[in-house]
């Protein structure tokens, strides 16, 4: 593992030209797995046969436990060629934040995913920039003993599908989303009081038949719940149905019928009339999603 470090106020383009051929004698085969901090990576190449990488960026502050600080972190991480940890099929990926509090997850057997885990301050915001090159997905495929594409690709956020939006890049998959930390079941407003810090999980991985989250998953009486979820392949008008059970009910009841819009995307609204705990689920003919849990207080 390298590091280059620099300091420099956010806002400010560079372009950086490094040369990886050899990194304190050893010498390295592939290109490397990069982990930055304090930019957004506009530009990534990297030439094999001169093994030179080079990164456009721009820079954005760094938030340490310290405090924010005006200051660039790259760290690159050689690569194993057996299943160690990271593995070679990682080679020209990369991860991009301002959070320097962070565990990154990458695609393992009976784990074919790739993301990071990031800490930060209640309802504080960041930026999460990934790239999974085509070698990954081809491992990930391995792992998973199916396909897996872009196109296959979805974002979770603590283990919720949240986004379908993965665009594809170079013959790979890049993510480009913002997070905040709060909402969930993860943090409440004791937590939030006490000074806390929230952790959030962001990977990329085998998008769901049929998808099913709810913006916030503890709510007051008389406010309004809020759900969304995708079917996949982005079939439009679609009928999905959404189902609801209180705690300690055995059967769940249908409540609502919606549509998916073009992009198989789908939305249901209700008003939290009684307080409990409620379990809900949407079917698509012999499609299930998992089950969300709503508690309202």
Known sequence: MKYFRTTSPAGTEYTFVFNISDTGGTP???????ITGGVRVNSFTYDSATQKMTLIVKTEDLNLPSGTVSLISLIFTSLAESVEYPPVAVAGAYIASTVSEFSLILPQPGMPEMGISLTGDPNTSTFFNMFV????LAYMSELSGKTIGV??????????????????LNGGGFIDINITFSSGDTTTGAAFQNGEKVTKEIIAKQKLPLSFAAKKEIIKKNKTAEFYG??????????IVILRKKKREKKYTQIATVKTKKSGHFYYKSKAKAKGTYYYKAVYKNKKSPVIKLKVL
């Open 230 to 239: 995708w079917l996949e392949k982005g079939k439009k008008n679609q009928k």
């Open 151 to 168: 196109k296959d690709l979805a974002v979770f956020i603590d283990d919720k599908q949240a986004s379908t939006n993965v665009t594809e």
């Open 28 to 34: 390295v085969a592939y290109c490397p797995f990069l």
């Open 133 to 136: 090159p085509a070698a990954t």
